[in-house]
């Protein structure tokens, strides 16, 4: 071994022994785990545990919970990322016009809320979702609206979850959007207005075609983040009204750490992570369309 | 430029209204955080405290004698907790992910390439697909319910060492090649050559991690049992969920787990802005 080599996994070996006993290891675990009918008993005593093969998977299927808990993941993302990304695009829109001056102050404060705890910002907007006296029904008051009572039912406490996230995370693609907006050329921009170009006409034909790896890209990468959607439930709903918030995440967290039923949970574990990969072998396939293009 | 005008102030008045409109609730967090007990939950909902009370903070975190049993919301524990747990992982993140970052970077090793790829491809497993064998993994080794329980995971920085890797890319090979021939070891060329070029790239990381840290709230959620040992997102969850009634109470819990990670976000936010754009930028 060279000197170099030696200092290389010096420098190397300490952190990659720690990914390989809490990453590497847990995640070849996670399969095992998932084809074992590990619950409680287990928990006490590793002979209760016994082989079930694909049983978990077959009994998460026929769960109607199971069901819901996608179907309001797939809900979550379907709303979720349009509404994120056409607020992160249009604030960013907004912040890249000349003539907004102050620029890097808006930038920090429109970005603030990314930095705080989820678990805290749940807890304020559930505050202000309030049905007799929050903000927002008071908001809704003086425009002489009646009160909604956003979280206590079922048709509208996923909009009004995603109102809280999309506050919550809109900032982070607005940097990330605004730096690819500042790539656009400017003399093809310059050309189009001479032609005659509108707003609209510049926005499809020249902006749009500049930023959208960059846009696919983020709503990819915000699919994943909604099909992970945990705390705002936990804090906000407990997984209801009626169940209506209950997330793949959620419903995993309860099975596994409520009822202790750990093989169970592993197997929604594994059907997350299949809808992850799939998710990014999607954007991989995206990332190689738009390099030939 | 007359024309323009009217343009500009409305694209500013837009951007000035949004901004408004997204730090309202923090700012409304703090105000109600100041009313007296019970002031907010009367319609018509109060903007403004009648007067500015400092009852919920003190309810919240003062250790008070209810019928001779000691009581509290164990909320300063907790904010004990998140700052030694955030400030530890940091540190030790630091320590483990730099020179990793460096080595994965500059040094020739065998297996570095194949190493490297593993890494980058699994970037794509979520972290909570580990969490229930890591949870039996760490009852095994007596970790659960334990500082080291909760510091351990965040400590496996993948993204880390790939963030340092592409920033120290950028070093020079030639600076290096030059200390070696000088016949600095290895050790030596890394801290005193290599590290003060990364600093930026360093403090950065050092806020991603810290902030990260901080906020986590699953894992914790999972591994810690002891109130004792409660993060402040979860021993905010946890009071949340009895005490969905008292608002101003829990907007002075919101305050106190905010108020220190946006100030830091704050003083620090040119580097913390700058890193998420060398952190899109692929692998």
Redesign the interface.
Known sequence: M???????????A???A??A???????A??M??SVTD?SIYA?ADWANLRFVGLGNFIDLFSTPLFWRAIGNTALFALLGVPIAIGASLA?AL??N?A???WKPL????????D??????????????F?E????IN?AL?TVGAAPVDWLGNPHTSIPAILIFVT?KIF??NM??FT?ALSAVPQDLMEAARLDGAGHWGRFRHVTLPAIGPTLLLAAVMSV?GFL?I??EP??MT?GGPAQSTTTI?YF??DE??KWWN?GQ??AV??V??LM??AL?MFQTWIGRRYEWL | MALMKPRAILANTLVALLTALTIAPLLYMVIVSFMPRGESSNPPTPLWPSHWSMENYHELLVRRLIDGAWFDYRIVPALFNSIAIAAISTLLGLLLTVPAGYAFAKLRFRGRERLLKILIASLVVPGQVAMLPLFLIFKQLGLVNSYAGVILPSLAGIFAILFVRQATLAIPDEMIDAARIDGASEARIFVTIVLPLLTPIVVTLALFMFLGSWNDFLWPLIVLADQHLYTLPVAVAAIAREHSADGELMMAAAVVTTMPVLLLFLAMQRYYLTGLLGGSVKG
């Open positions: 060279t000197r170099q080599e030696r200092a290389a996994w010096l420098f190397s300490p952190v990659l720690i990914i006993l809490v990453f590497v290891l847990p995640t675990l996670a095992a785990l590990y928990l604030v907004l912040l016009d003539t907004v001056r808006w930038r920090v404060l429109l970005f603030a809320p930095v705080t705890s989820i678990v805290a910002t749940a807890v304020v907007w559930r505050f202000l309030n007799r006296s929050g903000l008071r008051a506050w900032g982070y940097i990330v730096a994943a992970q945990f705390a936990y804090v407990l995440l995993m967290f596994g750490f750990l949970a592993s574990a594994f997350l992570f992850i990969l990014t």
